[in-house]
């Protein structure tokens, strides 16, 4: 009876892995496409595909190419993607204006090199990811004083931490993990954006413009 009971859930499970596995997929085509079709409309030369990150899941890697035929890749995560293709907030100039962004270094850009190792994860944190965002944040808030800097989060591991000290009531800082900045860094994408966008919420939460 037990052994009857145990095989019936595995293999409701099985199905129900199965059936999300395959809704899964369809999303990723659907989003795919979208970001295609996106880019198409702005853009003569677009190469496109999905690679699998073991952390943050499906990640969109996109190519364009300018009337030099140089080549610009940036790359997008899935939840973000979704939620901008759902807002109806023109997706398509969203995504143009990082290529924009890329192409103003002459010569293409490509994907960034993953390190081979902790050692050269290291090296890029300590000598362009930290150095980076701390100028990041300072340049975007002078003169108000902005704390940044790294830190140890219980769950996270470490983190870059950054926040306003004249806020003592509620929240005042924004931490995000390092593993994630550099996953952007990797994708071509400004790592100090994700702390802005978290310093300008925490100011509105406070009441300031």
Sequence with gaps: MNNETTNTEVNGNEAETAESNEKLLELV??????GM?????????????????????????????DEANDGYVCGFFLRELVAKFQSGNNPAMWMASFFYELMKT???????????NEDEAK???????????IEAVREEFAPEQVHAGLDWHKD????????FPQFKDGNNVCAVPLHLLLTHYLLN????????????????EHGVN
Excluded: W
């Excluded at 085509?29 to 979208?34: G, S």
């Excluded at 002459?106 to 081979?116: I, S, T, V, W």
């Design 106 to 116: 002459k010569g293409g850009k490509q994907m960034q090199k993953p390190p081979a």
């Design 37 to 65: 079709v996106a880019l198409k409309s702005q853009f003569e030369h677009v190469e496109g595909q999905v690679l699998h990150q073991p952390v943050y899941g499906p990640v969109f890697v996109y190519q364009v190419k």
């Design 156 to 163: 996270h591991g470490p983190v870059f931490e950054t926040g």
């Design 123 to 133: 090296a890029i944190i300590d000598k362009i990811l930290v150095p980076h965002c």
């Design 189 to 204: 994408r400004d790592p100090s954006e994700i702390l802005l966008q978290g310093l300008y919420k925490i100011r509105e």
């Design 29 to 34: 085509k659907a989003v795919y496409h979208n």
